[in-house]
């Protein structure tokens, strides 16, 4: 398999919840055209289709996440204190 370092196949469980999102949300934002036990039946469906047709999806590392502190000093600034 020609593949990206860092990158391993996805599993089912991974598959499965990340269509379920895509069912529940559109980005951010919440969806309410379908409920949380539809997009679950829906995506495991989905899932058990892509296995059987031989489907292969790759993941990415999980990326570390965003820093939401807001101490960070702006470029070209000291640090003024007593």
């Known amino acids: 398999m ?6 391993r196949p996805a599993t ?5 919840e990340s269509l379920s ?3 529940r949300y559109d980005g951010r934002k919440r969806v309410h055209h379908a409920d949380e036990l539809m997009a679950k039946i829906t995506a495991e469906r989905l899932v058990r289709h892509l296995e059987r047709c031989g489907f ?8 570390a996440a965003p820093s ?7 470029q070209g600034r000291e ?4």
Do not use: S
């Not at 020609?2 to 990158?7: D, E, H, K, V």
């Not at 089912?12 to 499965?16: K, P, R, S």
């Open 21 to 23: 999102y895509a069912l």
């Open 12 to 16: 089912a469980d991974e598959i499965g």
């Open 56 to 63: 292969v999806l790759m993941k990415r590392p999980d990326a």
């Open 79 to 82: 640090p003024t204190g007593p």
């Open 2 to 7: 020609n593949a990206l370092p860092g990158l």
């Open 68 to 74: 939401t502190t807001p101490h960070t000093e702006r």
